[in-house]
Structures are given as structure tokens and as C-alpha cells.
């Protein structure tokens, strides 16, 4: 059983910052690529970072210049740092990971979501 914990969320306001971490755990060989997705409410999940197991890194273009993306291989950790958030940065964010695992090779696994608000 693969599990994926995430942590950092909650209120900040406009210009604030949060850092988010998920980490993996259970019977697993290995971590490929990771990830950060969001859902606002209304919309479609989108995705916001990404990093893959030889450290490079992606962004979506309305967080590029405020977001940073880092693992922790050792920890099997992913980490979103956010700075000078915004309003329309609110919203759920899911932790994914691409896992190789034993019985069933490459699955791709979802923390449950942490919710960011940001709100003066």
C-alpha cells in the first residue's frame, strides 16, 4: 500500500507565502516523476509543478517567478513553495507521484488535498 501525506496548508493573506510538502510512504521501489496539481472550485484540477526523479522542473505560467518545486529523494518529499500569493492561487492541492512498485510497476498515486486560501 502506497501512501501519499500532504501538510502546509490554510489561510494566508495576499503576498503571503506556504510552503507545501508530501510525503510518500509504503512498498515502493521507487518515486518518478512528482507533482503539484490544484482545483479551484468550478474549475478543472490543473497542474501547477512538476519534477521528475533527475530534478527537472516545469511550471505552469501564472505561478512561474512565485512557485518553486524541490524533492527530497532520501525523504521521498516533494515540496511546493509558494511566495506572493494571490487570491486567485486559491484552492485544493494534490500531491501526485508516479511510483514503481512490486506487484503492479509504474502507478500513479494522489495525496488527498490540502486546502490553500488567500484572503485578506
Known amino acids: 500500500q502506497v501512501q501519499l501525506v500532504e501538510s502546509g496548508g490554510g489561510l494566508v493573506q495576499p503576498g503571503g507565502s506556504l510552503r507545501l510538502s508530501c510525503a510518500v510512504s509504503g512498498s515502493i521501489l521507487g518515486i518518478n516523476a512528482m507533482g503539484w496539481y490544484r482545483q479551484a472550485p468550478g474549475k478543472q484540477r490543473e497542474l501547477v509543478a512538476a519534477i521528475t526523479s533527475g530534478g527537472s522542473t516545469s511550471l505552469a505560467d501564472s505561478v512561474k517567478g512565485r512557485f518553486t518545486i524541490s524533492r527530497a529523494s532520501a525523504k521521498n518529499t516533494v515540496y511546493l513553495q509558494m511566495f506572493r500569493l494571490k487570491p486567485e492561487d486559491t484552492a485544493v492541492y494534490y500531491c501526485?507521484?508516479?511510483?514503481?512498485?512490486?506487484?503492479?510497476?509504474?502507478?500513479?498515486?494522489w495525496g488527498q488535498g490540502t486546502q490553500v486560501t488567500v484572503s485578506s
Open positions: 501526485n507521484a508516479i511510483v514503481l512498485t512490486s506487484g503492479s510497476g509504474q502507478v500513479n498515486y
